[in-house]
């Protein structure tokens, strides 16, 4: 309430935007808000479609250094890094990614993850050594 008999209420204006390509544009504070009260509807939704705001290669490069940070499986790299790949990463952006996130998820982390994403681009890290060995 506010004085002198005038009421004030809180309300929230919530439009509805929708970009060239038809997607709804949603607030970057009301999707942050919702991913901080585990919002299903805001994940559920999100799980599998590719995010409007980040153009197809982003996406892809933004989900393999996601998939390094958790360690991900051998066959996981190989989708993703095909899924870069069509979406027109190069290999060395791929690696670019890889070395980028030192950093954040430390050497150990991206020494694993080297030789998956190498045979997921085709080369064998491994064999390499072999024959550089004999």
Known sequence: MGGAGVEVKQCRISLRIVDPNGWTVVDYTE????????????????????????DPKSLALVRLGGLVAVGGAVPSYGELADAALSAGASTNEIVDVLVSLIPIVGMPCVVSAAPKIA??????VEEEELLHQG
């Open 31 to 54: 999707r942050l808000r919702s991913l901080a009260v585990n919002n299903a509807r805001l994940v559920d939704g999100q799980a599998d479609a590719e995010h409007p705001g980040l």
């Open 119 to 124: 045979l997921a681009l085709g080369y064998d």
